[in-house]
């Protein structure tokens, strides 16, 4: 019989980990914060929970604004549509991304412009975007993929260069650190998601931050129907700026609170995923071919949305992705493919007018076919729990023959 529970052996695990079972974290304290607004019926975002955890998330990440809204799709809307991005400009972005982060180029009428990774980082490559740029060009996002930051160093200096707006995209990178300075804050306004699947997670939400005052006002009130900052229903102290689109993209007291606690877990969180990953990486990187994602020098504190495993070494040539997938699967470990590139995801419909992709992503292309990575909630799981995720990924790459066989045959 077989050793892998793909062909009938015994499993790593008695059972699947279900995600749903570990996130998003719940607690009591939270629970009760909950209640309390509840029953107080004063549930909207004019509350003084929305500013109070604006501020402070904007605080841990050494900015000196929050703009909280209610997903992380409009908040990348907001950061552009501030600066003035609009009808007839281009926006560089990453093809390793969710689709999102060009669809927000879309609804302000820009033309999203993709430009390759770098194949360690797995983040947008500072080093071809300049052969991107036009006389069109007024924007870059940046997006800190799974487990890694962009090179922001080399962003800035681009940026200022060719006088680009850069908008981090941090959905994967909440509480990561840059050379002593919070991610979000090194560009010109930082965009985080708070989706179920998030390190900090409300169900949806999403926030802005930045220590532009200008800026800030004006996504404010693009998110608060013009109302702006400190103001309350129906007492505007002053008119909103002509030509700024102002739309209700608020979010609600009850996210507010559910972040607000879990914002004081997120360093000890973070910790608990760098240890993990730090031990899955010396102990694979020993036993395996398997290549991870690499982070840049400068980040002092990583983020992490996802532990990234990229299997194209000649060992596992053959052997289609979606087969390793699924031997790792019935050892109990529930593994994720890659998203990108997100111009072939099923759910991007621009039309070819309406993007450009600069050069061929051939580094994305490879990439996304050779990729499963771990959600981030398993790696706060616990040493033994990372053990036996260790133990799983090397039973499966320990029996390459078999798949390569079953594969063959099929």
């Not at 879309?106 to 080093?127: E, M, N, Y």
């Not at 979010?251 to 973070?270: H, N, Y």
């Not at 290549?291 to 002092?300: A, G, I, L, Y």
Request: charged residues 20%; glycine residues 8%.
């Amino acid at each position: 019989m077989s050793n892998l529970a793909l062909f009938g052996g015994s499993a790593v695990f008695d059972q699947v980990v279900e995600l749903k079972s570990i996130w998003p974290p719940v607690d009591e304290t939270t629970a009760r914060r909950l209640q309390e607004i509840y029953y107080s019926r004063n549930w909207s975002a004019f509350h003084e929970a929305d500013q109070v955890f604006a501020e402070a998330f904007a605080t841990h990440h050494h900015a000196k604004y929050g703009i909280f809204m209610f997903n992380g799709t409009v908040t990348l809307q907001c950061a552009l549509a501030a600066h003035g991005i609009g009808h007839g400009d281009e926006v560089i972005v990453p093809p390793l991304t969710w689709y999102a982060t060009s669809q927000a180029v879309r609804h302000v009428g820009a033309k999203p412009i993709f430009v390759d990774i770098k194949p360690d980082t797995l983040c947008i490559d500072p080093a071809k975007i300049e052969a991107a740029i036009t006389d069109r060009t007024r924007a870059v996002i940046p997006v800190h993929a799974y487990g890694a930051m962009a090179d922001m160093e080399r962003m800035m200096q681009l940026a200022k260069h060719h006088n680009l707006i850069v908008v981090e995209d941090c959905a994967h990178m909440h509480g990561a650190n840059w050379d002593g300075k919070g991610v979000g804050s090194i560009g010109h306004v930082g965009s985080f998601s708070f989706q179920q699947s998030k390190t900090m997670s409300s169900g949806e939400g999403g926030i802005c931050i930045t220590s532009d005052l200008h800026s800030a006002d004006r996504m404010f009130r693009m998110k608060q129907i013009g109302y702006g900052m400190g103001e309350q229903p129906k007492q505007s102290k002053g008119g909103v700026p002509k030509g700024l689109l102002c739309y209700n993209f608020r979010a609600t007291a009850f996210q507010a609170v559910i972040l607000q606690e879990q914002l004081k877990m997120l360093d000890s969180r973070l910790e608990r995923y760098r240890q993990s990953v730090l031990y899955l990486e010396e102990r694979l990187g020993e036993s395996t071919r398997i290549r991870f994602q690499k982070r840049e020098p400068k980040t002092r504190r990583q983020g992490y949305f996802g532990w990234v495993m990229i299997f194209d070494d000649p060992a596992y040539a053959g052997i289609p992705i979606e087969l390793i997938q699924k031997a790792i699967y019935a050892e109990g470990l529930p593994l994720i493919t890659a998203e990108g590139p997100i111009y072939r995801h099923a759910l991007f419909n621009l039309d070819s007018d309406e993007y450009r992709i600069d050069q061929p992503c051939t580094v994305t292309e490879l990439a996304c076919s050779r990729i499963l990575w771990l959600f981030h909630a398993y790696l706060g799981l616990g040493m033994q729990a990372v053990e036996r995720i260790a133990a799983a990924i090397e039973k499966v790459v320990n029996n390459m023959d078999e798949l390569k066989s079953y594969a063959a045959n099929r």
